[in-house]
């Protein structure tokens, strides 16, 4: 999708090894949000981001970590992971906290953890 | 603790008719609400959103409703067409508090329109 880019689409990995998810964004917008989607829970945030090394905790972060070095990147790291981290991760982007632009989404990351 | 409900896993209409998506919420302090859309392997796309100052916004198909005495509102799509076929979801945020600029997603529901 236009202005944001998730990279790796698909992965597969197996339990204990870290795993990094990439967030790339041309739109210079200062809020970067990571979700995950799972079955019966709908979108849930994990963390985001509120400028350069400016990140919080969402509502599941347990288990993850952010980093945001620069305006355009915002990568999820899974330390170590484990099966209940399998999901379709999302990254989204805004100019600001709530606007006439709301959050605009990647098309996700497909992960499985075995 | 699910703050944004979508009770409806699933609905199907026939094309030409009206599509009514539900939600309810439960936190009094989410005055800011959102419905995207959902297709197969592709990330939520924004439909249309709703202050907690209106009770209607409309645009052009979709039109949202917001009764707040009863945390709830419903999503209208006149007339239905095959490709509004996709997963809906409700959100919800608030522009104050801990809830500030955090979108609160619900489970979502499958529409299917049959042609």
């Known amino acids: 999708d236009a202005g944001i880019t998730q990279s790796p689409r698909h992965k597969v990995t197996e339990t204990g090894t870290p795993v990094t998810l990439r967030c790339h964004q041309t739109e210079n917008h200062r809020y970067m949000y990571w979700y995950r989607q799972d079955p019966g829970h709908g979108l849930r945030l994990i963390h985001y981001s509120y400028g350069v090394k400016d990140t919080d905790k969402g509502e599941v972060s347990d288990g993850y970590s952010v980093s945001r070095s620069k305006t355009e990147d915002f990568l999820l790291t899974l330390e170590s992971a484990t099966s209940s981290q399998t999901s379709v991760y999302f990254c989204a982007i805004s100019p600001e906290r709530i606007s006439n632009q709301p959050q605009h989404f990647g098309d996700g990351t497909r992960l499985s953890i075995l | 603790d699910q703050q944004v409900k979508q009770n409806s896993p699933s609905l199907s209409v026939q094309e030409g008719r009206i599509s009514i998506l539900n939600c309810d919420y439960t936190?009094?302090?989410?005055?800011?609400f959102l419905w995207y859309k959902k297709y197969p392997a592709e990330g939520p796309t924004f439909l249309i959103s709703?202050?907690?100052?209106?009770d209607k916004n409309e645009d052009g198909r979709f039109t949202v409703f917001l009764n707040k005495s009863a945390k709830h509102l419903s999503l209208h799509i006149v007339p239905s067409q095959p490709g509004d076929s996709a997963v809906y979801f409700c959100?919800?945020?608030?522009?104050?508090?801990?809830?500030?600029?955090?979108?609160?997603f619900g489970q979502g529901t499958i529409l299917t329109v049959h042609p």
């Open positions: 959100a919800a945020t608030g522009y104050g508090g801990t809830s500030y600029g955090k979108l609160t």
């Open positions: 936190n009094s302090m989410f005055d800011y």
């Open positions: 709703i202050s907690s100052i209106k």
